[in-house]
C-alpha cells in the first residue's frame, strides 16, 4: 500500500504540472509573457508571482492528495508538508520559467525529489 501511495503521488503530479495547467497559466508564470504583450504598468508587475504561486499551490495540495486519504497522516505534518512544497515548488518554477537557471529536466527532477521527501516524512509513522 505504501508503494501504491507514492505511484499516485507521481501520477498527480504529473497531472497537475502537465495536464490540469493550461497554457495560459504557464504563460502567465513567466514576466517575460507579461512585458511582451505590452503589460509593463506597475500595478501589474507581480501578477506572475500570483500565477506562481496558484500552480505552486495546487500542484502541493494534488501529490498529497493521496496521503490525506489512504493514510492516518496528522493535520500539522500536512500543513507543514504543504508549505515546504509550495515553497520550493514556487522557487523551482520561478528558476526555470524567470530566472531561467535551470532546464525543465532539473525542474522536473527537483519535483521528484520533493515528492520522495514528502513520501517518506508523512509515511514514516505508518511504516514503524
Keep these: 500500500m505504501i508503494f501504491k501511495i507514492l505511484l499516485l503521488m507521481i501520477l498527480c503530479h504529473v497531472v497537475d504540472d502537465f495536464v490540469l495547467q493550461p497554457t495560459c497559466l504557464s504563460k502567465l508564470k513567466q514576466r517575460k509573457w507579461?512585458?511582451?504583450n505590452g503589460i509593463t504598468d506597475s500595478l501589474y508587475e507581480n501578477d506572475y508571482k500570483v500565477a506562481l504561486l496558484i500552480h505552486s499551490m495546487s500542484w502541493s495540495i494534488m501529490i498529497m492528495l493521496p496521503l490525506m486519504f489512504l493514510t492516518e497522516v496528522n493535520t500539522f505534518s500536512l500543513m507543514c508538508m504543504f508549505f515546504i512544497n509550495t515553497t520550493v515548488h514556487y522557487i523551482t518554477d520561478d528558476c526555470k520559467a524567470n530566472?531561467?537557471?535551470?532546464?525543465?529536466?532539473?525542474?522536473?527532477?527537483?519535483?521528484m525529489l520533493q515528492i520522495l521527501i514528502t513520501w517518506c516524512y508523512l509515511t514514516i509513522n505508518i511504516i514503524c
Design 99 to 111: 530566472k531561467l537557471m535551470i532546464n525543465l529536466i532539473t525542474d522536473q527532477s527537483i519535483h
Design 34 to 36: 507579461w512585458l511582451d
